[in-house]
Structures are given as C-alpha cells and as structure tokens.
C-alpha cells in the first residue's frame, strides 16, 4: 500500500459513494489544507473537525441504510472508528479498511512502502511498476478514480448486482463503497467477491 505517496485531491483517498433515497452520494473527509497540503506524504494528511462532517457522515450512512439487513450489527463498530475522530487520514483508511476486511472475512497481508516509487514512465495507470522496486506489482493507484467512469468489474465480466436498498428505484448501482456490500449482504459478501 504506497504510504509515501503526496496526498491527492479529489481521489477516493478521502471519499466513498454510498446509495441513498436520492440516489447516489458522494461522502467526503475533510482534510487540513495546511501550506503546500499537495506536496505532504499521505501519511501525514491531518483532518479537519472544525466542521460536523462525523455526524453529517453518520447521519447520511444511516439514512441510506438503516433498513438494510445488517446495518444493524456493523454500525456501532463503525461509528466507533469515526467518532475517535483519528488525528490523520491515513489512520482513518487504515481503521476503516482493517474494519471492513475483517468484517468481510478477508485477511489481507498489508504492507507499507518505505519510499516513493514512481510509476513506469509512459505507462498507463495499470502498468507494471519496476521489478528492481517491487517484482510483478502492478500500479493500481489511479486505475479508479471518481473523475472516471469506473467499468473494471464490467470490463472484466465480473459484475454482477446484490440486493441494495434502493434497487427498486434505481436498479443495481455499481461502483459504491464496500460498506454497501456488508450492509446489504453482511455474512455473505466475502461469497459475493469470490
């Protein structure tokens, strides 16, 4: 997982997409623009709590699925992590991805890097990274962005819907956070991924 990278704006380093009664919304994690924010390591990306954001983001998380079917039994964990109001955002996605892969049932081996590593010159957004850095890894870090039509799982034949909350209005919406996943299909997501 590239923790030495530069904080990049509008990416889903601090955003997600939930479905809601009005269709699709986009939450978002206020960061301190402090002097040169763009230029900080990830890692050192301070968030900013002078505005409600923790409660406008429970709030909206839980009009969006309190009728679903496991909501129930994953929300007080999750707003558990929110409210300890994590001093940085790499803590937060770390919290957050721990908490949704476990969750899920997936255990994943994470490792940070120690150092930047650049992509391939010329290369596309998923293109191999150098083997002298890191062997066979591929350079997934712009593959989805929330400027871009995200078709990978289509691309691939892998998409395919669950039930959500909101199917009867708006069919199956692809591309939301895995929090939808878990809250609609609980137990049964790790079998959806798979």
Request: overall charge negative; some cysteine.
């Amino acid at each position: 997982m590239e923790a030495c990278e530069n904080y990049q704006k509008q990416s889903y380093r601090n955003r997600c997409r939930i479905l809601t009664a009005n269709g699709v919304e986009a939450l978002n994690v206020p960061v301190v623009h402090e002097g040169g924010t763009f230029s900080l390591p990830i890692k050192e990306i301070k968030l900013e709590y002078s505005t409600p954001w923790v409660l406008r983001t429970e709030r909206a998380i839980e009009s969006a699925y309190y009728s679903s079917p496991f909501f129930i039994y994953y929300k007080d964990e999750l707003f558990e992590i929110l409210d300890s109001h994590p001093a940085t955002l790499w803590e937060l996605n770390r919290r957050l991805i721990d908490f949704f892969c476990r969750k899920i049932g997936i255990a994943p081996t994470i490792k940070e890097t120690t150092s930047f590593i650049a992509a391939v010159e010329g290369s596309c957004s998923s293109s191999t990274v150098s083997e002298e850095h890191v062997p066979s890894a591929a350079d997934l870090r712009e593959v989805i962005h929330p400027k871009r039509p995200n078709t990978i799982m289509r691309d691939l034949g892998l998409e395919r819907p669950y039930w959500q909350v909101f199917r009867d209005k708006y069919g199956f919406v692809p591309g939301l956070s895995i929090m939808d996943l878990l809250f609609n299909e609980g137990p049964e997501s790790i079998c959806w991924l798979r």
